[in-house]
Every structure is written in structure tokens, then in C-alpha cells.
């Protein structure tokens, strides 16, 4: 049994606005879409009636929460299409709301898509907002976590023109932007010059690169991703991540098994302290995870607190986090 938040449970989708009642007809108006917002009709404000669930060709078919949560939304009397970020036929300012889901090709595509962000901001109510999303997009922002008192994996950033010092032990690098562990690799103490390449490499392309121990209790008990939504936990997984040694990962994400997991009070309370530093500074997010990990002295940390386009894990959490997923992602 997954342990999960009751303030959005069974029946959530019952008390969802639903546009196409209130209308009493399957689309969103032709002066409702044009409006971007809704701003042209204020008494429709709080009403979702048509959604884009935004992902990117490559990603097509491999996001395990979108058959799940696309058809429930649909239920909800929500209008969803699944359209790429990079469609330069897509209308916007047609959707009340576009959500970010598996857009898992940003990092190498990344002025463009930021371009894109701004855009989409404009005519449309993109959730997570931009100001989440950019803040999120680099991982310098365990750093404001720490200051913030939230316990976080040791992290070293190595700025573009810095030389690796490799530390002692086995240890991980990977880019301050990034997804799906592309670009991510560990390293030994024999393995300097390869490690010191993979820098190189990535500040070439104008990212910094984060090092990390390899900590000992990943290989045993791997992950922990904890899911908020609405910036309230609902619910957890459990995962393993097969990171290459001195090697790339050549697929559009590293390879994981995962399955559910019931958090435990102090995964609870390290988790809950990131997702507070983000609702303090932006407002609670509609959606958030954090991953979490044991570090060598047997303490709860922060790998990392994905705001942008995190998988959800729903297949591991039951219904009732669909329900609370779709609540989240109606809600005004």
C-alpha cells in the first residue's frame, strides 16, 4: 500500500469544473480559444476546458503516466490533445492550459525551447509556470536548496573553464542541465583523464557540470522519487538507475526499473522542506518530484526536485494518484 495525501482522494474528479457541461457543447468556442487565457470571458475563470499534454517526437510512446492520465482528464470533461513542443503547427493560444510532460529533448535543444517557454507564456497558462521552469532548468538550484536548510547530496559545481579535481573514492558527473541521465556517467579514481574529458566535453557546450560521490547506498536501495501534486505529497516509487561507467547513455533516457514504495516520515520530511523552498518562492507547483537518496552516513538527501517535465510513476501508484493528477492539473 503507497502511502498518499487524502486532501485530493477518491471522488476528486467529481468536483472538478467540467467546461463542457457548463457550455453544453464538446469544444471550447472559437472567442474562448482566441482569447489565450480566457481573459475575454471572466466568468469562465477557474474552467479548464482544453489542454495540451506537451511532449516531443522521440518521446512518443515511452511515457508510462500518459495513457494513464491523458484518458482520465478526458473523463473530467477536459478536451486533451498530446502535441509536441516543437509542432510549428500547433496554435497555442487555442489551449486554456499546456502542461510540460515528457519535452526529455530540451537539454541539447535548449536556447530554442526556452524561446518556446517564453512564447507559450504568453498565450496560454503553461503549467509548470515559467519562472518555476527556468529556475529549475539548471541545477544550480540545490544550491538554494541547501541554503534553505534541505538536506542535499554533496555537490560540487565545476563552472565552464574549471579543471576536475577528481576527488577521492567513485564519483558521478553530470551536466547542470540535463534529462534522463543523458550525459551523466560515474567515474573511478583510475578513470581521471576520461572524467576530465566528459568535463571538458560538457563545458564546451556551455553547461556546468556537477560532481558527486557515487554513493554506496544507490547500488543497494537505488532511489526514492516523491511525488507532489499541487504542492501536497501524494504518493512514491522506488527506483534504479543503470548509470554507464566512463560511458554515455545513448538512448533518450538512461535505462530504470521502479516499482511503488510507501515513503517513510523522514523521505517525508526532507521532501516536503524542498517542495516548501519552491512554494515559498513561486506558489505550490502544480506538480513536483523529489528524488531522494541515503548518503554514507545513513541520512535522507536530495538527488534532485524535478519541476520541468518529471515522469510521475503513476503505474506504480494506483488510482487514486491519477485522480489527483488530473486534479492538479484543472485546478486554477
Not at 48 to 76: C, F, K, M, Q, S
Not at 81 to 100: E, H, I, M
Not at 179 to 204: F, I, K, N, T
Not at 302 to 325: C, H, I, K, M, W
Amino acid at each position: 500500500m503507497l502511502a498518499s495525501e487524502p486532501g485530493l482522494g477518491a471522488g476528486a474528479l467529481d468536483r472538478l469544473p467540467r467546461y463542457v457541461a457548463r457550455r453544453g457543447a464538446g469544444n471550447v468556442d472559437k472567442t474562448t480559444r482566441d482569447s489565450g487565457r480566457l481573459g475575454g470571458d471572466r466568468s469562465l475563470e477557474g474552467v479548464i476546458g482544453r489542454l495540451a499534454w506537451v511532449t516531443t517526437a522521440a518521446a512518443r510512446g515511452r511515457d508510462d503516466d500518459e495513457p494513464l492520465a491523458v484518458p482520465a482528464l478526458r473523463r473530467a470533461g477536459v478536451d486533451v490533445d498530446v502535441v509536441d513542443w516543437d509542432d510549428p503547427r500547433v496554435r497555442w493560444s487555442a489551449y486554456d492550459r499546456t502542461v510540460l510532460r515528457s519535452t526529455w529533448d530540451y537539454p541539447e535543444r535548449l536556447p530554442r525551447f526556452r524561446r518556446w517557454l517564453r512564447d507559450v507564456q504568453d498565450v496560454t497558462d503553461l503549467r509548470n509556470p515559467l519562472d518555476v521552469v527556468e529556475w529549475n532548468l539548471d541545477k544550480h538550484y540545490l544550491a538554494d536548496l541547501a541554503r534553505a536548510g534541505v538536506p542535499i547530496t554533496p555537490t560540487t559545481f565545476l563552472e565552464p573553464g574549471g579543471e576536475l579535481v577528481p576527488p577521492a573514492g567513485d564519483y558521478v558527473l553530470k551536466p547542470a542541465v540535463g534529462a534522463g541521465s543523458r550525459d551523466a556517467a560515474s567515474y573511478g579514481p583510475e578513470q581521471a583523464d576520461l572524467a576530465r574529458a566528459h568535463v571538458r566535453r560538457l563545458h564546451a557546450r556551455g553547461t556546468a557540470v556537477l560532481v558527486q560521490p557515487l554513493l554506496a547506498s544507490v547500488a543497494v536501495d537505488g532511489e526514492w522519487p516523491l511525488v507532489f501534486l499541487g504542492g501536497r505529497y501524494s504518493h512514491a516509487a522506488s527506483k534504479r538507475v543503470r548509470l554507464p561507467r566512463a560511458g554515455l547513455v545513448a538512448d533518450l533516457f538512461a535505462a530504470e526499473t521502479s516499482a511503488g514504495h510507501a515513503a517513510d516520515g523522514e523521505q517525508l520530511t526532507v521532501a516536503t522542506a524542498a517542495v516548501d523552498v519552491v512554494t515559498r518562492r513561486f506558489g505550490p507547483p502544480a506538480y513536483a518530484r523529489v528524488d531522494l537518496v541515503r548518503d554514507d552516513a545513513g541520512r535522507t538527501c536530495v538527488l534532485e526536485l524535478e519541476l520541468v517535465e518529471p515522469s510521475l510513476f503513476l503505474a506504480q501508484a494506483g488510482s487514486d494518484a491519477v485522480e489527483r493528477t488530473v486534479a492538479a492539473l484543472t485546478t486554477t
